[in-house]
């Protein structure tokens, strides 16, 4: 009886299971995702009256004809495309995606991609300061008739970052509009900003529906990070401003007479390609000059990569596109918005800190960065007990780390807690250890952030160490009985030598997608940056904290991005005539590589020097770049040769073409021929014996200055390469006028590792300077 029961439940549970399989799979086979379909436009048959019509054909062709599908009246459409992307966005079943694919007319379909946001004093640290007098600084450079648009969080209009007086009515060119949402009407928006949109569909499609209650349905900015990218690009100057009286002065954004145009593209639960796609688009058509987009995800090809694709439709229509570069450094090929039509902004220091002093109880002063204030306050005349629950091992203890519910009240209530970096924000560890009864904490740097120092707006007092001084902190605690300390908060310093530094969280090349291509273009200031803030939030981003502030200070190539967004602005300005690719030369021949000690630029990881791959083409320096000398100029056609070189199908090189009857003419030898501004030449070794043939590379420079002018060349020595410059001397007879030269590598000893240097062309007035990376490969075994 026993074996017959048992034997009529396993027939039960393997049914019960076979159907939920079932059950499980014809889900799957009718759930649906967002996907972008590009279309070609010129293969639109006459028999449809406008493009939507036929795109809307194409999709419903190609839906499933079941009958679940077809009680299914959802709309699929979700966007339309028609200026730097051409075609929609449709919610589809991975069958339907397939079928529409292999469609008449559609040249690609790229499934939604999730990407996430890369989250004062630097206009007077680029010598944009004009209390100094600086000639650069007037009416005709303050960029009025210059747009910027930036996609991110939103706006908080009534920040005084965004008041518009004394600002000239809007440019007649201008077509974009104020959208009205919650909390949100036209009269947000003003001569400064002069537009405001929503991208919410890819989103919903995702994710579900926005909660407004959580959230405004609207451009209004609930997060901060848009209002702080949109001051920095763009704000008008504010006296007086500070972060709970640190940094405090005047804040300006970097062209402060720029106008700004905000696009909400990223949520609560992140930002979608569909949605960042659409508003690229709907930028281009309302006339933006500048688009500055602080997020990114995963690199993938070019031709798989939606952003990349809608960056080279903008940059066709002559807008100049910045993205950040990341900050998943210090590792190696973390870097994303790799394309070269984009410039690729990493982060570096300045040279204003925030120090904070941690006294042991053994004498020992260990000097970090905070930016707390508030009611607890340490006594710096009492010490207090210091507690740390992680161990000498290489064991991860998550109690260590700080972490949600790990910390017993028992044992840290009324103690100084150190926490250890890694897998939860920093001031989410902060609140764990307050709501376990800690009076403080210390925050210890792990080998990844090395002594690079990141301020933060803490609930409870809290500095931030570096690794070095946190090992010996750690050691302190674990090998003396009551070991005691307390915290000293010293305010705002300026003056910091070493300064510039890379950020160690900025993401670092080499750009393994083109080794040829040297990615980032060049670094800007990432670290600790004064900007607008939203009043929906506290200054630590949790919702916990109810404090309200006008600013914030935030870190993250997030921050250096709009710094060159509105530098580029100021370039556009100055020379309304300019290509993206001119601004984006001037911006990388005029970056400097040596700090404010005249050594050169350091990583913030290791203390040693940086390189190109992780600075780029250098330090971007505003005045220098509004004259420039010499320009790498780039048509869209000498892009889209670029991509003849990357051993793409017709198919994929579609991709880039359909909108300009675009194909190859195989003008550049190699990739390495595209007139980029910076060089980089890669040696693969042809057998096991023989080394590679020399590289030879071709360039073209345009004269943006004096008429008549002779510029001259030097080239810093290799190791493992001769270099031999054809010709060593430009003379130039008028203005614009073109010159190449070609360079030739020559390989002489096989180095284990890249090389760098530079090459410079020099008139006794401008340097134009361009980095080298020699690299050598094996070939494949």
């Given amino acids: 009886m026993a074996n017959t029961l048992m034997g009529n439940m396993g027939c039960f549970l393997t049914s019960y299971l076979l159907f939920c399989t079932m059950l499980i799979s014809a889900n799957a086979q009718f759930a649906k995702k967002t996907y972008l379909i590009q279309m070609d436009k010129s293969a639109m048959p006459k028999t449809f009256p406008n493009h939507l019509e036929w795109y809307s054909s194409k999709v419903k062709s190609a839906l499933s004809t079941s009958p679940e599908a077809e009680m299914d009246n959802e709309e699929r459409i979700i966007y339309t495309y028609q200026n730097a992307f051409h075609g929609v966005a449709a919610k589809l079943t991975e069958e339907e995606a397939e079928r529409l694919e292999a469609e008449e007319g559609v040249v690609a379909v790229f499934p939604e991609t999730k990407y996430e946001l890369h989250t004062t004093r630097s206009p007077t640290f680029l010598g944009l300061e004009p209390a100094k007098g600086n000639i650069f600084w007037s009416e005709k450079l303050a960029g009025h008739d210059v747009i910027v648009g930036v996609l991110d969080t939103g706006i908080w209009p009534e920040s005084e970052s965004f008041h518009d007086v004394g600002m000239r009515p809007v440019p007649a060119h201008w077509k974009g509009a104020c959208e009205i949402g919650t909390d949100f009407t036209k009269s947000h928006c003003n001569r400064k900003v002069v537009g405001a949109r929503v991208f919410y569909h890819g989103y919903e499609a995702a994710i579900g529906k926005i909660n407004e209650q959580k959230e405004y349905k609207s451009a209004r900015d609930q997060d901060g990070h848009g209002s702080h990218t949109a001051a920095t690009v763009g704000g008008s100057p504010v006296l007086g401003a500070n972060l709970l009286g640190y940094a405090n002065g005047t804040a300006r954004g970097m062209a402060p007479g720029a106008r700004i145009a905000a696009y909400k593209v990223c949520w609560i639960g992140g930002c979608f390609s569909s949605d960042i796609v659409s508003a690229i688009d709907k930028a281009v058509a309302d006339g933006v000059n500048v688009l500055s987009i602080s997020l990114g995800g995963g690199v993938s090809s070019y031709y798989r990569d939606s952003l990349s694709v809608a960056a080279f439709g903008a940059m066709e229509k002559g807008v100049f596109v910045s993205c950040s570069a990341g900050n998943a450094g210090p590792d190696p090929a973390s870097l994303t918005n790799v394309s070269p039509w984009i410039t690729t902004v990493g982060a570096s220091t300045m040279d204003r800190d925030f120090p904070a002093d941690v006294k042991l109880g053994n004498g020992k002063i260990m000097t970090g960065v905070s930016l707390y204030k508030g009611q607890s306050v340490l006594s710096i005349k009492k010490q207090y007990p210091l507690v740390y629950l992680g161990s000498n091992s290489s064991r991860v203890d998550p109690r260590s780390m700080c972490l949600e519910g790990t910390l017993d009240p028992k044992v840290v209530s009324g103690k100084i807690v150190i926490c250890d970096r890694g897998l939860s924000p920093r001031v989410k560890k902060g609140h764990v250890v307050r709501s376990a009864g800690g009076v403080g904490m210390i925050l210890t740097n792990s080998e990844a952030n090395g002594e690079e120092l990141v301020a933060d707006c803490h609930l409870l007092p809290a500095v931030a160490i570096g690794e070095k001084e946190g090992k010996e902190l750690k050691n302190y605690v674990l090998t003396s009985k009551g070991a005691t300390a307390t915290l000293a908060f010293k305010g705002t310093r300026l003056g910091i030598r070493p300064s510039p530094v890379v950020a160690a969280f900025s993401s670092r090349g080499p750009n393994f997608l083109t080794l040829e291509i040297l990615k980032p273009d060049l670094v800007a200031p990432g670290v600790n940056i004064l900007a607008a803030w939203s009043d929906a939030i506290g200054p630590s981003g949790l919702k916990i904290d109810n404090r309200r502030v006008k600013f914030n200070i935030l870190s993250g190539t997030s921050m250096s991005c709009p710094h060159v967004s509105g530098i580029a602005a100021l370039l556009k300005a100055r020379h309304p005539d300019w290509s993206p690719a ?21 990583d913030a990881s290791t203390a040693k020097p940086s390189s190109p791959y992780d600075h780029g083409a250098g330090h971007i320096d505003p005045i220098r770049a509004l004259d420039p000398g010499l320009v790498y100029d780039i048509a869209p056609q000498d892009y889209f040769e670029f991509l003849c070189t990357q051993k793409l199908t017709p198919n994929q090189l579609g991709v ?46 345009t004269n943006v200055g004096q008429p008549v002018s002779k510029y001259n060349v030097v080239v810093s020595p290799f190791k493992g390469a001769s270099v031999k410059v054809e010709p060593q001397t430009l003379n130039f007879t008028r203005k614009y006028q073109r010159l190449s030269y070609k360079i030739t590598f020559t390989p002489t000893i096989r180095q284990a590792s890249p090389e760098f240097g530079s090459l410079e062309w020099k008139d006794g007035v401008h340097i134009v300077r361009s980095p080298i990376v020699i690299t050598w490969l094996s070939p494949p075994m």
């Fill in 582 to 602: 001119a601004i984006k030369s001037a911006l990388m021949t005029t970056a400097y590589v040596l700090d404010n000690t005249k050594k050169t630029l350091r």
């Fill in 656 to 701: 880039f073409a359909k909108y300009s009857n675009r194909s190859c003419r195989h003008s550049l030898a190699s990739p390495g021929d595209l007139n980029y501004p910076a060089i980089s030449s890669v040696f693969t070794k042809k057998a096991a014996t023989s080394f590679s043939s020399p590289v030879i590379v071709h360039r073209t420079v």
